[in-house]
């Protein structure tokens, strides 16, 4: 297994992008946290993008932002108009403003969740644990992929729907693969793929969290020894098996909180938590929130700090 049959094998799900404008010095729009990954790319303007305890980051026009899930953030504006509130709207008619320019004065964005399986694993892009954040120049492959992209939607006709796919799966590829050639820590989860072993055992984890894994379990599954497993896991994915293994399981739960009304009991039997009371302090590290709470917060759009 090699990183290229990763990328090869990978299925990318859309939702429908929004247009946002962020007017006024300084004005904010404030996301909440959401339960799958989101992309931001600028049209227009300057400004911030603030993500959860990360410092701010400067952005302008071009600059794409690839989030993972329950990443609370806030878009920036740094222009001098005075109209006081952000305004995001469907990408319909808005596309025809977008697309003829609406100038320095407004940061514009699109924006749409996005969620990238593979080989009907979901929840792939939870594995990136900090963002991806690329400013990207007049002539970049991935901003001409996305003013395609953009373009397509803004005329939609026969095939629309399948040719934006295409292009924003060029894109979340680009992205992945500029950011792992480059060395970024969010995706050292990619170097698993090179080694059998170490990506067998995390597809382990990936299929079956709720299972009652342990290091010698895992290291069983895929022929080691507890201590070679346990280091070369380490190495490779930057955290321990047991670690990945509670990321993953809180996600998880988060997701079915989010998502569904099923009691926290429950929710946690099915991530692998057996005493609810383990599960409410264990999610409480995680998110900064107990469950109950975190569910209210995420049906009122009510970001989380």
Same mark, same amino acid.
């Given at each position: 297994?090699?990183?290229?049959?990763?990328?090869?094998?990978?299925?990318?799900?859309?939702?429908?992008?929004?247009?946002?404008?962020?007017?006024?010095?300084?004005?904010?729009?404030?996301?909440?946290?959401?339960?799958?990954?989101?992309?931001?790319?600028?049209?227009?303007?300057?400004?911030?993008?603030?993500?959860?305890?990360?410092?701010?980051?400067?952005?302008?026009?071009?600059?794409?932002?690839?989030?993972?899930?329950?990443?609370?953030?806030? &878009?920036?504006? #740094?222009?001098? =108009?005075?109209?006081?509130?952000? %305004?995001?709207?469907? $990408?319909?008619?808005?596309?025809? +403003?977008?697309?003829?320019?609406?100038?320095?004065?407004?940061?514009?964005?699109?924006?749409?969740?996005?969620?990238?399986?593979?080989?009907?694993?979901?929840?792939?892009?939870?594995?990136?644990?900090?963002?991806?954040?690329?400013?990207?120049?007049?002539?970049?492959?991935?901003?001409?992929?996305?003013?395609?992209?953009?373009?397509?939607?803004?005329?939609?006709?026969?095939?629309?729907?399948?040719?934006?796919?295409?292009?924003?799966?060029?894109?979340?590829?680009?992205?992945?693969?500029?950011?792992?050639?480059?060395?970024?820590?969010?995706?050292?989860? &990619?170097?698993? #793929?090179?080694? =059998?072993?170490?990506?067998?055992? %995390?597809?382990?984890? $990936?299929?079956?969290?709720?299972? +009652?894994?342990?290091?010698?379990?895992?290291?069983?599954?895929?022929?080691?020894?507890?201590?070679?497993?346990?280091?070369?896991?380490?190495?490779?994915?930057?955290?321990?098996?047991?670690?990945?293994?509670?990321?993953?399981?809180?996600?998880?739960?988060?997701?079915?909180?989010?998502?569904?009304?099923?009691?926290?009991?429950?929710?946690?039997?099915?991530?692998?938590?057996?005493?609810?009371?383990?599960?409410?302090?264990?999610?409480?590290?995680?998110?900064?929130?107990?469950?109950?709470?975190?569910?209210?917060?995420?049906?009122?759009?009510?970001?989380?700090?």
């Amino acid at each position: 297994m090699t990183i290229d049959h990763i990328l090869e094998a990978i299925d990318i799900n859309l939702n429908p992008f929004a247009f946002c404008e962020i007017r006024g010095a300084s004005t904010t729009l404030a996301l909440p946290n959401q339960n799958q990954a989101i992309l931001h790319y600028i049209t227009s303007g300057s400004g911030e993008i603030a993500i959860s305890n990360h410092p701010k980051q400067k952005i302008s026009t071009g600059a794409i932002i690839l989030l993972p899930a329950h990443h609370h953030h806030s &878009l920036i504006s #740094a222009t001098e =108009r005075n109209t006081p509130l952000p %305004l995001c709207r469907p $990408l319909d008619a808005s596309l025809e +403003h977008l697309i003829t320019g609406t100038g320095q004065q407004t940061l514009t964005a699109v924006c749409g969740l996005v969620d990238v399986s593979y080989r009907g694993i979901t929840g792939l892009l939870n594995l990136i644990q900090t963002p991806l954040i690329a400013q990207l120049t007049s002539g970049d492959r991935i901003r001409n992929a996305m003013d395609e992209l953009l373009l397509e939607l803004a005329n939609p006709t026969i095939g629309t729907k399948a040719l934006a796919r295409s292009l924003l799966e060029q894109c979340v590829i680009m992205l992945v693969r500029r950011h792992h050639l480059e060395g970024h820590k969010s995706v050292e989860w &990619l170097r698993g #793929a090179e080694d =059998r072993q170490m990506w067998d055992a %995390l597809q382990h984890i $990936l299929n079956k969290p709720q299972t +009652h894994h342990t290091v010698e379990s895992l290291a069983y599954n895929v022929g080691m020894s507890r201590a070679s497993f346990a280091n070369k896991f380490k190495q490779i994915y930057g955290t321990t098996p047991i670690g990945l293994l509670r990321y993953i399981r809180l996600h998880r739960a988060a997701e079915l909180l989010s998502a569904t009304d099923l009691p926290i009991k429950i929710i946690s039997s099915k991530v692998g938590y057996h005493s609810r009371s383990y599960f409410t302090k264990a999610f409480e590290i995680e998110f900064g929130k107990a469950p109950d709470h975190y569910r209210k917060m995420v049906r009122n759009n009510i970001g989380l700090t």
